[in-house]
């Protein structure tokens, strides 16, 4: 496809500096991938760095025709940013100043190119926190964790960044610059555009301002580790602590394999029980000691009357949590580490279901040559499956597809979804008419029609390439 880049470039010139415009080659590459590794290179990238500025970028685009693609801190793990058919990258990583704390009403305004570790140190200086905080914190922007409606650990208790966002200032394709929601908690005035936007992967408009509530830092947080030797028990004892009326802010699980790779992995690997056949990380917060202190007790006990339970250990203090938390942050690493190939899916199930998909996963992995790691957050039922394959190996490449298939199947017969928050993007839209309907796909895309209607921002994300 051929794009008036040149006159492009000439305009944006007269709006923008020459560091905000990047034409060379070496610089396009470091804009043309994600954390999924696919690459495509874009014809040129900009770097606005005020909401008029990316106003005037669209609208020059809008009327030459030539795509866009938002990004911001390239973490994505389903190739949202990827600039798939070229054209204009729009980074919003210079727009990354912190607004203003509220901290009568508990709200903040940010830009979009904010880093989550920096907005929630700057809060920690306010004894605030923002609950949003995935994992790729040190790397992902506020914009990007609204664009794709991240989770995180603490999501079981917290809720998703959907939950905190109050209102959006965005950017239309055509370059109309909308003002939705605002500062009140609630608002009920006509479609929930601020809810549409969010999560909808820079598809329908360019976010350039985000109005966040914020909650205060729990005081206190206790931390258990617990070795279990079997599947289903494992889930029985998640299920255990909300029936016992306790809501911790994270319960992460992880499988044998997962634990065998982060002890390879790591130096104090040995500590790690490796005969396990899963771990569970469970953590609780609040504000009152006493009642944290009786929350932990009951943890443990219901992992000791389980009958199995290997091991149960409560961390002493906040060093041996960091420990704890280090194992299950270093998974990913750790079977990155393996040197293989890999494909991911970020299924999500009703919580108890969950170490049941694991049996099903466990089940077919025995009938195929490729090896399938499970972890995720059993809190709400979101599981990370890494699918292994020897790089370059024919039959073990395509037996991890033909896998992949088989667990996105088995996630939707169990009243699954097909991803909890990695999102749709390039990896995953070719499977989307396996969990919605012809017409519920068909509304998607008027939806995207009335917000896009030439369909230039983000194209070739979320919607099948056959539909
Ligand atoms: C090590 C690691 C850990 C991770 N842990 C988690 C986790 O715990 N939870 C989780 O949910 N995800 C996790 N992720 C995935 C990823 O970090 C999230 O999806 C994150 O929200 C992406 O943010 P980003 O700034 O990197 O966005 P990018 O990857 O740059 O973009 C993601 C999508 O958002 C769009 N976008 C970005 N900025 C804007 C904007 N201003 N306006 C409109 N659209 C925009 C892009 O077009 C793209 O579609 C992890 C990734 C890695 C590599």
Known sequence: MHYDIESFVDIAKTFLRHDQIITEKEGLSHFSYDATEIRSIPHVVVLPESTEEVSKIMRCAYDLEIPVTPQGGRTGLSGGAIPVVGGIVLSLVKMNRILEIDTKNLQIVVEP????????????????????????TVESTIGGNVAENAGYTRAVKYGVTRDYILGLEAVLPDGTIINVGGHTVKNVTGYDLVAL????????????????????MPRIRRTCIVYMDDLIGAGDFVVSIFEKGITPCAIELMDNYCINCV?????????????AEVLVLVEID?????????EAKDIIDLAN???????????????????FWRIRRDTLPA???????????????????????IQAIKEIERSHIVKIATFGHAGDGNLHVTIQYRKGNFKETEDAYTVLEEVYKKTISMGGKLTGEHGVGITVKNYLNLQMSKEEIELMKRIKMAFDPKGLLNPKKVFPDHL
């Open 305 to 323: 009357k389980n009958r199995h339970t290997i091991e149960s250990r409560l961390a002493k203090d906040e060093m041996e949590a960091e420990k």
């Open 263 to 275: 002890a390879d992995y790591l130096p104090s690997g040995e500590a790690l029980r490796r005969d």
């Open 113 to 136: 190119g904010v880093v989550a570790a920096d907005l929630q140190g700057t809060l920690k200086g306010y004894n605030l926190f923002f609950p949003p905080d995935p994992s790729s």
């Open 335 to 357: 079977l990155k580490a393996k040197g293989k190939d890999h494909l991911e899916a970020d299924v999500v199930v009703p919580r108890y279901k969950l170490t049941f998909l």
């Open 286 to 294: 609040g504000h009152h000691e006493v009642a944290i202190f009786d």
């Open 197 to 216: 936007i969010t999560g909808s992967e820079g598809t329908l408009a360019v976010i350039t301002k985000i109005i966040c509530k914020v909650l205060p």
